[in-house]
């Protein structure tokens, strides 16, 4: 069992910087990291992915404005937001994907922490 603490999002200016973290808990290896984002009204869809050797795929709209770590050995990951625009302006979700203690692939979800970009 795995759960997923994320924090980090806030108020930001256009412009702007905020660093949003992952941490997840529980015995186990975790593979695929990602961060997603659900705006009002909008699908949730995927902002950044990293796996596990580091490997790091962003959505077209980040725009190189933002960069995806992880911290293997804490199972944390971060995303550092750059150059913030009231579009970014969303919920943000941590999600994992990891093998169950019964051998089944799995995806685990944060609760989401709120990024608001506005002057």
């Known amino acids: 069992q795995v759960t997923l603490v994320e924090s980090g999002g806030g108020l930001a200016q256009p412009g702007g910087r905020l660093t949003l973290s992952c941490a997840a808990s529980?015995?186990?290896?975790?593979?695929?990291m990602a961060w997603y984002q659900e705006a009002p009204g909008k699908r949730r869809q995927v902002v950044a992915r990293?796996?596990?050797?580091?490997?790091?795929y962003y959505a077209d709209f980040v725009e190189d404005r933002f960069t995806i770590l992880r911290d293997n050995p804490k199972n944390t990951m971060f995303i550092i937001m750059d150059s913030l625009k009231p579009d970014d302006t969303s919920v943000y979700y941590c999600?994992?994907?990891?093998?169950?203690?019964?051998?089944?692939?799995?995806?685990?979800w944060g609760q989401g922490t709120t990024v608001t970009v506005s002057s």
């Open positions: 529980g015995n186990t290896t975790i593979n695929g």
């Open positions: 990293i796996t596990r050797d580091g490997r790091a």
């Open positions: 999600e994992v994907e990891y093998i169950s203690s019964d051998q089944r692939p799995t995806v685990c």
